[in-house]
């Protein structure tokens, strides 16, 4: 059984079905809540954060940069070196970018996949987090 180690407001913020903001559990096997924790270390602009400036990764800077192939290998890096140092819970086993958008826009929407395996049960799962569009909350 896995052992608690904190509780906090989640990810992303919304009203809990008691009318007050939902929390969530933290603990070392809940998919969850490391998608919750992958979506905002990637979606968090470093700097953004007063008591904690390194935190987060430089994928925002990315948003508005003219889609080109090369650009994709700058997400894989930023990604893995966000997750590797604000996520201790998992291993990153892969990362994938796609450009998802296809009406001609230079600046489209962008997909980046993370396959990751749990250290602590060896579970794995795949989060898929969308910039510069609608956002789907849902897990593989």
Not at 90 to 97: E, H, Q, T
Not at 125 to 130: A, D, G, K, Q, Y
Request: hydrophobic share 35%; charged share 25%; net charge positive.
């Amino acid at each position: 059984m896995s052992e608690e180690i904190a509780k906090g407001i989640s990810f992303p913020f919304r009203i809990g079905s008691r009318g007050r903001i939902a929390t969530s559990k933290a603990t070392f096997d809940d998919h969850r809540l490391i998608y919750e924790s992958i979506h905002q270390i990637l979606l968090t602009p470093k700097g953004s954060r007063l008591m904690e400036p390194e935190f987060g990764s430089r994928i925002p800077e990315l948003v508005f940069k003219n889609y080109k192939p090369p650009l994709n290998a700058a997400i894989m890096k930023f990604s893995k070196q966000a997750l590797e140092r604000w996520e201790p819970r998992i291993n990153v086993l892969s990362i994938n970018v796609e450009k998802v958008d296809n009406s001609g826009n230079k600046h489209g929407i962008i997909s980046i996949r993370v396959r990751y395996k749990l250290i602590d049960s060896q579970d794995t799962s795949t989060v898929e987090v969308v910039v510069g569009g609608e956002e789907e909350w849902a897990i593989n």
